[in-house]
């Protein structure tokens, strides 16, 4: 028994020809767009703790905005000690002291993470 192979027509043979050609274009314009196509996320990780630490200084400023003198020192003790556990829990070490006067409170922070120490010192009032 015998088999033939059917010959390919000559429109086939121009479209198999024409998609060879389209990828080996479009593979080798990828090895030239390729270092520029990539997003580089690495620079987002990195600045997971100066995100947390602005983050934690712009609550604080709303923590103390939102509350009256009656209830400043509690609201603030509350925050100090929910901020610093959820630094711990990231593996940072965040030190957060505040002073408070009639007018204003004065709030010193220091983050420190195994890449970074990030100090800051701001009065705000209320």
Do not use: C, W
């Amino acid at each position: 028994m015998t088999f033939h192979m059917p010959s390919l027509s000559s429109k086939a043979q121009f479209f198999i020809l024409t998609t060879v050609v389209i990828v080996g274009v479009f593979y080798a314009l990828s090895k030239y767009i390729n270092p520029y196509a990539f997003v580089d996320t690495s620079r987002g990780a990195k600045g997971e703790e100066t995100f947390f630490f602005d983050n934690v200084r712009e609550k604080a400023i709303k923590t103390i905005r939102l509350s009256n003198s009656g209830n400043l020192p509690s609201n603030l003790n509350n925050y100090r000690n929910f901020v610093k556990n959820l630094a711990s829990e990231k593996g940072y070490n965040l030190e957060f002291y505040y002073t408070n006067t009639t007018y204003d409170v004065n709030i010193n922070m220091v983050l420190t993470s195994q890449k970074y120490t990030l100090k800051a010192n701001f009065t705000v009032p209320y």
